[in-house]
């Protein structure tokens, strides 16, 4: 007979940033430790609330299922000796699998006779396996454990109790003296100590102590709730995801509230309200229709409906010192002079071994000027990009960036629309951050573009240089988000920069400064494979296959946007039975061109037609394809590639690639190695595994 089973964690309050992944955690071990037990069960629940972590597994058999299987032993010539006897190797078999050699039989595998037995494993009792189950608790890691009080275990909160059932019987196991029981706890406040007689009403017991364990249903509660007093007072709600899970995870039993603000507070930029609203009190903002802030805010209490009247007034009077700190932090900011705010950089240690924020500025402006040479930037917009960049950092220094981090930038941009500064200049403050997280928007506009890119290029390769590379999961300076930020740039504005362009000038940079620095060798080369990994990732998140992937990549990124042109192309060829005659000519070319120590080639020394047809066919074409891949357009260059498909199967049916004369050999090498060459410029198609696509 079948039973539900439940495991309850009770700890001291998680950090709602814990929970997601720790429940995670929770039902994937799970799982997974049911199935290596082999314990038939149903499905798998998982609940948890700041105090609870807990899983719910349904149809739990009473025992494992017996097992007969077939055990395969040493080889029969190993088995017997020259006498036919058992040998030691077949005894000690046969015991291990707890029989005895007059088990034994021999079957025959692949023309060999190997020992074999039959076995019968009788499944054990499913209670007996359940108390192990402590180690899959002990098993969940959090992004920081402590040590709590006088115990040795490790933890993110201290274990307060431990709820374990199969069915109505209590699963015996402890952790740090806490032992498994019947249990468990409600609300702070509005429960108390509860027993839980039955896994399945686990969440009809808790519901009693006003706690919703569903994470599902309480975030829905939340949600609805939201909704409610939205449409009572013709709010729009800013109902941001990230703040409603956060929410969610921060209380057992949610009522909504709403509460008022002066509107005084709405001179201050709206962007330092919502942050002071969502960071500080994890509220959620409120706008009229027509996307106004308005000077109202709504907040989810862990508790009932109670007095709701009085926790209104109390988080206002909160939110009101909250907003008094950033209305006197913008009127202050404004004093002064962007100049004068920019002189404190010189005082603000940017990274130890690369010199202050004013230094970092400096490498900035440096790097904006060449691009925008580059970039054949006309002189007013050239002007505009290097103003940008030397200013971009100086909101750093104002008191509202540093109360809240997360408005650099935005903050940079209003001040400096205040202080006069070019719009676009203003703008490009707020863009030269972006993308601020994975997957976030890109700089628009080509200023706010080229100094996102040299700010960022900046910092990779400054800290490269010092040896500062990610590794595993570890990257505290963001380098990865940048460089894909740096990727994703260069493709938004379709801007004809090699990558490796601009990784050397960064890096030639740091070398004339004389900054501390490893082997220029050695960071180069880690530079160029740091950016290539990058790219890689990229291209795959858009589908590109792996072998397609490495076969662009092979001789560097390139210009990336048209990298991801002649990616997209190759994944569609790949697929079209017609070009495969192609692949194979040009890939034969590819092969024995290795075997070339030049590509100088000498048509005197052409012996028959087909070598000399190859030559004039690929000198006809050349300078139009590398024309057409300059200019971004593949497709009419691996066209013209394949005008060379023909010519080389017949060069090699009728040429002796390696003749006896030496000079005759290195000249056919030569021009296959001159054709390789061009063709490596658009891939190494001989990465690509055309072959098994048809």
């Not at 008191?399 to 629309?417: H, I, N, P, S, W």
């Not at 000498?602 to 690929?618: C, W």
Request: charged residues 30%; negative net charge.
């Amino acid at each position: 007979m079948s039973k539900s089973v439940l495991f309850e964690l009770g700890v001291e309050e998680l950090p709602a940033r814990f929970i997601d992944d720790a429940l995670k955690q929770l039902q994937e071990k799970t799982a997974d430790w049911l199935s290596e037990n082999r314990i038939p069960y149903g499905e798998v629940k998982g609940y948890a609330t700041p105090r609870r972590l807990a899983v719910k597994i349904t149809a739990v058999e009473e025992k494992q299922p017996d097992i007969e299987e077939e055990a395969k032993g040493p080889a029969k010539k190993i088995a017997l000796d020259d006498n036919g006897d058992w040998t030691k190797a077949a005894i000690g078999f046969s015991k291990g699998q707890g029989k005895d050699v007059e088990d034994i039989y021999f079957k025959e595998i692949k023309g060999t006779e190997y020992v074999h037995v039959n076995k019968f494993i009788q499944g054990a009792p499913t209670m007996k396996l359940l108390e192990g189950f402590g180690d899959i608790l002990l098993g969940l890691t959090f992004p920081k454990n402590m040590r709590w009080g006088n115990r040795e275990l490790r933890y993110a909160r201290p274990i307060r109790w431990l709820v374990a059932l199969y069915g109505e019987e209590v699963i015996p196991f402890s952790i740090e003296n806490v032992s498994t029981g019947k249990t468990t706890f409600g609300h702070r406040f509005l429960g108390g100590t509860a027993t839980v007689n039955d896994p399945d009403q686990y969440e009809d017991v808790l519901k009693e102590q006003s706690i919703i364990a569903s994470v599902e249903d309480r975030k829905k509660t939340i949600y609805d709730q939201l909704k409610q007093l939205e449409a009572a007072n013709n709010w729009k709600l800013i109902i941001d995801e990230d703040l409603l899970n956060e929410v969610t995870h921060l209380v057992e039993y949610p009522t909504a509230f709403s509460g008022s603000f002066s509107e005084e507070f709405l001179e201050v930029p709206e962007e330092a309200l919502i942050t002071s609203m969502k960071e500080h009190q994890r509220y959620f903002p409120v706008r009229s229709d027509d996307g106004v802030l308005l000077p109202y805010f709504v907040g989810v209490r862990n508790g009932d409906d109670q007095h709701l009247d009085t926790v209104a007034r109390g988080n206002e009077k909160v939110l009101k010192a909250r907003l008094k700190d950033a209305q006197f932090f913008y009127e202050e900011d404004q004093k002064g002079s962007i100049d004068k705010k920019m002189e404190k950089l010189s005082r603000m240690v940017y990274q130890e071994e690369l010199g202050t924020l004013a230094d970092k500025v400096k490498r900035i402006v440096a790097i904006t000027g060449k691009l925008s040479e580059w970039l054949e930037l006309d002189e007013p917009e050239k002007q505009k990009s290097l103003r940008a960049a030397e200013i971009c950092k100086f909101d750093l220094v104002t008191q509202m960036v540093d109360e809240f981090t997360e408005l650099q930038g935005v903050m940079g941009e209003k001040y400096a629309r205040i202080f006069g500064e070019d719009e676009e200049v203003a703008k490009a403050i707020n863009e030269h951050y972006m993308p601020r997280q994975a997957n976030g928007q890109v700089p628009t506009t080509p200023i706010g573009s080229i100094v996102s890119i040299a700010d960022k290029l900046d910092t990779i390769v400054g800290s490269i240089s010092i040896g500062i590379i990610p590794t595993g999961s570890q990257d505290p300076y963001g380098l990865r988000r940048q460089a894909l930020g740096i990727l994703q740039t260069l493709n938004k504005q379709q801007w004809p920069i090699p990558v490796e362009k601009l990784i050397d000038l960064v890096h030639q940079f740091y070398f004339e400064l004389q900054l501390p620095t490893r082997s220029e060798k050695e960071v180069d080369s880690d530079l160029h494979e740091f950016f290539r990994v990058r790219a890689a990732y990229l291209l795959k998140e858009r589908n590109i296959d792996p072998d397609v992937v490495e076969a662009v990549l092979s001789q560097g990124i390139g210009i990336y946007p048209r990298t991801i042109l002649k990616a997209e192309l190759l994944v569609e060829k790949r697929q079209d039975p017609s070009f495969k005659p192609v692949h194979e000519a040009l890939g034969r070319a590819l092969k024995l061109a290795e075997k070339a120590n030049d590509d100088k080639v000498s048509p005197g020394l052409f012996e028959n037609d087909q070598e000399k047809k190859l030559y004039e066919v690929h000198q006809s074409i050349r300078e139009e394809y590398l024309s057409y891949l300059m200019d971004g357009h593949p497709s009419e260059a691996l066209d013209l590639l394949a005008e060379l498909s023909e010519p080389i199967h017949s060069f090699f049916d009728a040429t002796m690639v390696m003749a006896e004369d030496e000079k005759v050999r290195n000249n056919r090498l030569g021009l296959l190695k001159q054709i390789a060459q061009d063709v490596y410029v658009f891939a190494d198609l001989n990465a690509i595994e055309w072959k098994q696509q048809f």
